[in-house]
């Protein structure tokens, strides 16, 4: 199965003898669905900050990582993981204040209406516990979803996921829309697009439950302009009884500078907002939060215990990696790095170069075509400067580093990217 | 919707004011799918071996909380995860001998054929996981779990878990079957059943996949003689093209005392295994282990990742939980401990008592009825003594502490044991 930067086992000419153990020995025991990146796979040992170290000491530049948000082995966070590791580390279904204060604080970053917390372990966790939360409440099964759509593992958020690929079909009570454009009247062609599904669902008999959308659209190639594209798309949502569920797994977390969330830049209140990555900067750690209204029905049918989400553990490093965003303006310096950034992109010029998008210190430069895309990946690598691609052609550099990149981390990378267009 | 020990928010005459208030603001915030344990919740604030204290340093015994394996914030094992922490937590997609490493470890724990893993969060994921590797491994839907199975919460899962209640309907792929009993012919008894849902889906066009139990069958009220009695179950499965997949969530790590697993005590080799709560002692962390052979088609057809499955950290904790198992004998001190404390229950002689099953520290003990067993979990509750209760009629008294659980500890549980049974 394909995946965008992906290592492929004969690509083995630039690796080490250790790293071709290394790898022998992980394809024997963690088995055929694993995937690394590069050609030339990324051998890690330690990091901080925004370096990842290998075992060499050789220093690479993370301008991919969102899940380090505060950056790698952020102190604080570290301290607040072993201090409570060595307190207390129990589930929810004793009282404990950390699950209380730590859902508080979450609640207070978002819109008043949205004021209940559920806790899980991962993103696909989050929005599988939505759809089921979502299903309860309208007493449907159709799901409306982009077409390059990535929202996690399990089995029923795999089918709302077509960027795993044609091995893993979509659901039969799934409909996928275009992904918005960057020109033109954004909002409207997307809002005409979920129209559509929302018709084509009615039309086989079966009633629609939600859109949920990324609101950075990350993997279908970043689209985050203009803000309030979505609201016409909603609206229709809304009229036809369904909900707008917010995966702020990527797009959430103040990586798009002006708001911590993705959905404030449109305006919109969503009805369940998913979130995850960034939460514990790589504890695992989940969330849905929604409105009161739409989780009542689900409260009243079902239970909902995960032994692991929202353990105190869980709860005192998602605490620690708010207090960084905040105490250290990580949302004004992915604002200021990431604006530049964007202008020093478009400065270079280059041909191949289609159109640099994005918001804060997610930034996402379209190129020519996927071997463009994949020779800039895979030569940044080997200057030790580390992004990915996305995109249903994969021909979208994605650039999302932990939000302590600064000024001088810009500077390194945009010198590489400079050297690695100008071969092109 | 029930729950067995569940707090309803008016028993609340016994609790304090600090107690009343910390409860309504989680009400307030975590919404109406959370529920506590007992009549009178307990508040905790710290814990340490097998104990945990609430704010008052009131101390309650935890005979209950298999996720702390190794006792509660053990030393090695807090010490692994804050060492790790701050060296480097990242994700699968880079090179790293933590994951290999601990793959291996876990491997060197099961049989033989069964060479190789997947990381996942949760158990929930797990068996969700396992769940699709059968699905693609068999191309069929159909699933046989037990009348009061619990296999997690995701969207699939909680649709083989009838135990979850009316509220969450099982799948229309899914087949339930008697749990086995603890007289007679077990054995033959348990494959009737699964032989009448294997016809019964193939009557209704469904082709089978898995037969999925928790080989303890700890929520149909733990069932674990005669050893071996899931063989014959076992070998029909087989036959009909579907697999055999070992939920190990709690029977798994040590637990039995004879075998790391509960499927070995059956002198079976499950197609996948499913583990998670001990692995990490409240880290969140859990795994597939299968067959090359089964997971062959599933790594064919897709990808999987999993942002914090196998993560450098989750590694770390795996490993020292394996280590204090290991190096303090934690199967044997749950062979003799557990004996122990069966062979005491059994000799109170208490009339409620209608039987005492288990095996190492997972006993149930069956009361006459519900009633009996809500006044004996509270009771204990009240002694500052933790267990539970299960089975399809609540009546079980589930006894299922850390395996760090001494004599000593197993004394003070069956004082105030003798004492709540004879007042009944």
């Given amino acids: ?138 007493g449907g099964m159709g799901v409306i979803v982009t077409e390059t759509a990535y929202h996690g593992v399990t089995h029923a958020i795999a089918e709302l996921s077509p960027s795993l690929g044609k091995g893993v079909p979509i659901g039969a009570h799934v409909r996928t829309v275009p992904a918005p454009r960057s020109t033109g009247d954004v909002g409207n062609e997307f809002a005409v697009g979920v129209k559509a599904a929302l018709t084509d669902l009615r039309s086989a008999g079966i009633k629609p439950v939600a859109l949920l959308v990324d609101t950075a659209f990350s993997s279908d190639g970043l689209f985050v302009e203009p803000k309030g594209f979505l609201r016409e798309a909603v609206a229709a949502v809304r009229e036809a009884g369904a909900i707008f569920i917010a995966d702020e797994v990527q797009a959430g977390y103040g990586r798009l500078g002006e708001a911590f969330f993705g959905f404030e830049r449109h305006g919109l209140v969503p009805d369940l907002v998913t979130m995850g990555k960034p939460m514990g900067a790589g504890h695992p750690l989940a969330a849905v939060a929604g409105k009161p209204g739409v989780l009542e029905t689900f409260g009243r049918t079902s239970r909902y215990f995960n032994t692991f989400g929202g353990n105190p553990v869980s709860c005192a490093a998602g605490m620690a990696v708010l207090d960084v965003i905040e105490q250290q303006d990580l949302m004004g310096n992915a604002l200021r ?56 052609n994969a021909n979208v550099l994605k650039v999302r580093p932990p939000l302590v990149f600064g000024m001088e981390h810009a500077e390194i990378f945009l010198d590489a990217l400079r050297a690695e267009l100008a071969l092109l």
């Fill in 1 to 138: 199965m394909s995946m965008i930067n992906a290592y492929a086992p004969d690509d083995d000419e630039k690796l080490s003898t250790e790293t071709r153990d290394l790898i022998a020995r992980r394809a024997r025991v963690l088995g055929p669905s694993y995937r690394l990146f590069y050609n030339h796979p990324v051998h890690v040992v330690r990091a901080e900050g925004v370096w990842l170290y290998g075992p060499g000491g050789e220093a690479y530049l993370d301008v991919y990582n969102n899940v380090a948000v505060t950056g790698h082995c952020h102190p604080h966070v570290v301290a607040a993981i072993a201090k409570q590791a060595a307190i207390l580390n129990t589930h929810t279904r004793y009282l404990n204040e950390a699950v209380v204060a730590f859902a508080e604080r979450l609640v207070s970053k978002l819109p008043d209406d949205i004021s209940q917390v559920m806790f899980a372990c991962t993103g696909s966790e989050a929005n599988d516990l939505a759809l089921r939360v979502a299903r309860a409440h309208t």
């Fill in 337 to 392: 790095v990431g604006g530049a950034m964007r202008a020093a992109i478009t400065d270079i010029g280059s041909g191949v170069v289609k159109e640099v998008r994005g918001a804060g210190l997610f930034i996402g430069v379209e190129l020519v075509d996927a071997d463009c895309a994949a020779r800039v990946v895979n030569g940044l690598r080997e200057r030790r400067v580390l992004i990915s691609a996305t995109g249903p």
